[in-house]
């Protein structure tokens, strides 16, 4: 099969047969022999954004991805295999929060998380600020984990879902990333490999999102229920704002703390809500009756606080940041706040321009190969909807680096409005797809 | 710029600015630094085939392919400077006769053209039948073939608009090769570097064409004639039909034969008439009055001959061949003639299927490293709406190797439909773009 033929049926907005979806998504796990260039791949993934894909190919094509590389079986395991996975948005830590509540309920997470880029964090760099910390889990770590501690937190090793990487690599420099079916295909081949039964997605909308419209994202929360159920998998979406960051913490070291405090009861209200509906979901897949009742008893209990001791000590990390947050190395020595010119309220925070300002004073990445201070970032005193008084902070931004901070400065200035009233109140979960 | 930025202005369906397009010319000419790499070019080449260009980017990019390589500056030669480029057929050999008989009328023509790949022919393959022919001009040898002969017959320089080298390439192995804006620019800027003053384009429709069908071969010469004007090329454009092959004789050295024949006065009907009108063009684009009155007097005195004879001359070539056409080579030792199963009229001859044969036989090539026989060939004895009786050779194949014949006999013998009744006669020249 010549790649230009493959490229010329999908150029003409046909439908890739199943053979035609293998000679590529082989070629882009750089099997030998395979007749295809990354030229080839790049002019088909263009044809793909442009021309779309139907719902069968879309599935064929995720499968095909999950098996180009290892699929885990977890099936000597007993018990109900659940995960979460999020588009990715600022001060989204849930999954700090949501793994160690599900477990208490008796779900097994085996859980695969990435890593931050642009203005978006992510759960390893965060879990990385844990001293000692280890998310390079092999299978047999992470089953040791799944049967002490219900719970495994870890990234993709290199075998899971090789064409994947090349695609993405390909898509991030050809304007060709933000397709319904390609990052379907790209989330849930990687989601398969886990071995799980359930799959609750985040598809987070709105400016600090990668889905900026709500109908962007309600096309990518079906498409993903819908291919992922096709391939056996339990899946259901939450569509969520991300207009605002999630909590009051940005920053690595600083939404784990956040993420304890919530674990503990003190979280703030939009997180600790979130985490529980998210749960609750994981806990229903799972097939345990009275979800949400037993998520919030794992927190008040402090069940769920346990398993996230516990899930520290099993990879190699130091438990006693749960009760001395200073062993995390926060705050650094410098911070600079943004006050409140006037009387009145916030009424907005831009998630985006936090996201980047935190990324900029170094505790993110612009390029995949960048070093990330964990120690710095963002605290919100005051989230949108809050009284303040002139001169009162709203932002205080941790940084260790000058030269980093006045880089950054513009935008975080710019990040909050002021005004006379409250805005009006919007919810936080907007829609679920099942 | 980032090659991303570019590829998803045209991906939005956007146009590409100058600098843009600049950017993505250079990085075809494989200019160091450029920052692209070949699976940028073909994201956007799928971008640009989906999405479009308007008259104004398919403008700058043919300028800007040009100035990717070397442009004659021919001014300091006096007279009017011609050319004529065909999009290809099956038997078109009109370059060697129009090209002898627009330079009798003083013209000046600076003729570069390519080789045959596919069903259809080349002009340069033609010229090398003649034994000692040399294609490979340097401009001081064209310079001196337009000064004495008022002709040159060559092909392009390896400096000649090398960014379409590149694209073209990535374009044949990517199913780029059919959009109006990339056919445009590579047509235009060859010719543009060539130094000429004057275009006809003869744009081939039908079955034996690229160009399939009627609208699409319209709107390909509507683009070249805007795209040549505005970049200061006097262009115009016929579209003629390529159903059935051009003359009798198809096949390099037979083409040569066929082509001298004309030019003294005995060719077919349909070949003598295209070559006139197409010279009168170029004669007229020279700004010369009475143009296709000069043109028939040139053909009918033998001036157009003469000129020939001349250009094999300078070229290096052998001039007897004109009278001796045994010195080409042909006919090579085995023929095998299609005959007529019934009495009746010849309906259809197939062009694309008798280029398909004759590429077989080895007169063409499937790929651009083949080698070409240059006395294979077939001979057409009954054109469509001749009479013929059972019995009579319809067609006569020239072959050498008898594999290749054997595979190329089942093509051969679908070519030919036979009837009761002669075909309504159909126009050559279907239309004329200006």
């Known amino acids: 099969m010549r790649p230009g033929d493959v490229i010329q049926t999908k150029r003409d907005g046909g439908e890739l047969s199943r053979a035609q979806i293998d000679a590529f998504v082989r070629a882009a796990a750089r099997t030998e022999g395979s007749g295809w260039e990354p030229y080839h791949l790049t002019a088909l993934l263009m044809a793909i954004y442009l021309n779309g894909m139907t719902a069968a190919e879309t599935a064929y094509l995720t499968q095909a991805m999950a098996d180009s590389g290892t699929r885990l079986d977890l099936s000597d395991i007993s018990g109900p295999k659940v995960d979460k996975h999020s588009t990715g948005g600022v001060g989204d830590k849930t999954s700090l929060i949501l793994g160690p509540l599900a477990a208490a309920c008796g779900v097994l997470v085996p859980m695969m998380s990435g890593r931050g880029l642009g203005h978006s964090g992510g759960t390893l760099d965060k879990l990385e600020a844990i001293p000692g910390f280890n998310v390079n889990l092999s299978e047999r770590q992470l089953r040791d984990a799944l049967a002490k501690v219900g719970l495994g937190m ?131 897949l799972a097939g345990i009756a009275d979800a949400e009742a037993k998520v919030r008893a794992a927190l008040t209990s402090g069940a769920g606080l346990d398993v996230f001791r516990k899930c520290i000590e099993q990879q190699g990390g130091d438990p006693k940041v749960i009760d001395e947050y200073s062993r995390l190395g926060v705050p650094t ?22 996201g980047v300002a935190v990324r900029d004073v170094g505790g993110g990445r612009s390029r995949a190969e960048d070093k ?63």
Do not use: C
């Open 154 to 284: 870890m990234g993709q090793t290199k075998d899971v879902a090789p064409a994947d990487k090349t695609l993405y690599a390909l898509r991030d420099v050809t304007a060709t990333v933000e397709s319904i079916p390609l990052i379907t295909a790209s989330i849930l081949s990687k989601k398969l490999s886990e071995g799980i039964g359930g799959l609750v997605m985040d598809v987070k909308t709105g400016r600090g999102a990668f889905m900026k419209t709500r109908a962007r994202s309600r096309e990518l929360a079906e498409s993903i229920v819908r291919v992922g159920t096709a391939n056996g998998l339990r899946t259901t979406a939450m569509i969520t704002a991300m207009d605002a960051p999630l909590g009051r913490y940005v920053g690595n070291a600083l939404e784990v703390i956040e993420s304890i405090e919530t674990l503990k009861g003190n979280g703030p209200p939009d997180l600790t809500e979130l985490s529980v509906k998210l749960a609750a979901r994981m806990v229903e």
């Open 333 to 354: 020595p410098s911070m600079v706040p943004v006050k409140a010119p006037r009387d009145g309220y916030v009424t907005d925070i831009d998630a985006e321009k936090v």
């Open 372 to 434: 990330i201070d964990h120690s710095v970032g963002i605290v919100i005193r005051a989230k949108p909807g809050e009284q303040v008084r002139a001169g009162d902070n709203v932002l205080e931004v941790w940084f260790r680096d000058d030269t980093k901070f006045a880089a950054a400065w513009p935008t975080i200035g710019a990040a909050v409005t002021f005004g006379d009233a409250p805005p009006s109140p919007e919810p936080l979960i907007l829609e679920e797809i099942t």
